[in-house]
């Protein structure tokens, strides 16, 4: 049996035994010893990290707003709405790995917690167990995290982050700006088919919307996608009664956008009739919604599309020319 001493390099004094699995310090002569060849020592890294995040820092505008928040910086790059509890903008964390996020800070008068409890119906939907979860939840913003921010000059300002999904135009009450006479009813029906599945993952997971206006549907031109924001006015507990209120919302929702937006929403006038008998009874008819669901109200509109337009095929959707022609 051969025998391995520990002896120091630097002073030949002996070793702890621990110096065959990790760095010890000689106890005679002091020197930081180790057998890893490969070692990076924790100071001189994170000096190193700092230099080239100085670096990296040095990069970005001064013009633009900085946000402080939990240790990192992020800049505004633009403000892309403003809603009833806070206003709502891009931004880009800065920095060594710089990632675009949504960024919603509270306005001065929005009672404390609402972006928080915002946050928490959102970590309950991403945390939903329905096997199509994977999929519709990401038709559902994501909570980074909530707290307390610093703008410019120190003010302190509640908010939530939010991942930013690339590919997004912007809101529904956006591309009704460029559509004073409503839009297509061809692309209304994918529109609404979008939201009706989120809607029926949102009450198979034990929760309704509540508040389903054009301005929360943002839309994705080149997938037919839309995503579903503005859950601070969601509820748990999903019976027929509340189920049903989202439904009918949604039913408005697509008669504003088909008429252009008036206080009460026409049908359009180019909607075919299968459209519009759908949309009457959905946005009329409490107790028949409650029954349906959105997986039959999908079904549905499925049939009426098919009516109206014959079998499905892709158009392509530009929000600033979505208007009925
Ligand atoms: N995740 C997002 N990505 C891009 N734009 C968003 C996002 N969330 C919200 N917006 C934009 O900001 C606007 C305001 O957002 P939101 O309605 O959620 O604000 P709020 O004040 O929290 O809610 P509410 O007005 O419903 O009480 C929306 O109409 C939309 O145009």
Avoid at 150 to 166: C, I, Q
Wanted: aromatic share 6%.
């Amino acid at each position: 049996m051969s025998f391995t001493a520990l002896t120091c390099p630097q002073c030949g004094a002996a070793l702890p035994r621990q110096a065959s699995w990790r760095m010890v310090i000689c106890p005679y002569c002091s020197a930081t010893v180790t057998r890893n060849k490969s070692l990076v020592q924790a100071a001189p890294l994170r000096e190193a990290a700092a230099r080239v995040r100085a670096q990296a820092l040095a990069g970005y505008p001064s013009t633009l707003p900085v946000l402080r928040w939990q240790g990192q910086r992020y800049q505004l790059l633009k403000r892309v709405g403003i809603g009833e509890h806070a206003e709502v903008h891009l931004a880009e964390r800065m920095g060594l790995f710089p990632e675009r996020v949504i960024v919603k800070l509270a306005h001065a008068g929005t009672k404390p917690g609402v972006l928080a409890a915002e946050a928490e119906i959102l970590r309950a939907l991403q945390a939903s167990t329905l096997a199509e979860a994977a999929y519709l939840s990401q038709r559902v913003p994501q909570a980074i995290a909530s707290g307390v921010g610093e703008t410019a000059g120190g003010n302190e300002r509640e908010g939530l982050l939010l991942r930013h999904p690339s590919g997004y135009w912007g809101s529904l009450a956006q591309a009704l700006r460029y559509a004073a006479t409503g839009i297509d009813p061809r692309h209304a029906v994918w529109i609404w088919r979008r939201v009706l599945e989120v809607l029926a993952f949102a009450h198979d997971s034990g929760w309704t919307h509540g508040d389903l206006r054009p301005e929360h549907w943002l839309v994705h031109p080149r997938d037919h996608g839309v995503l579903l924001v503005g859950w601070s006015h969601a509820m748990p507990g999903a019976d027929g009664a509340a189920i049903a209120r989202d439904l009918r919302q949604s039913a408005w929702t697509l008669r504003a956008l088909l008429c252009g937006g008036d206080a009460l929403p026409t049908c359009g006038r180019s909607t075919p009739s299968p459209l519009v008998a759908l949309l009457q009874r959905s946005s009329e008819d409490a107790a028949w919604c409650a029954e349906v669901g959105a997986r039959g109200l999908d079904q549905a509109l499925v049939a009426a599309a098919r009516a109206a337009f014959g079998p499905p095929k892709f158009i392509p959707f530009n929000p600033t020319s979505a208007t009925c022609r």
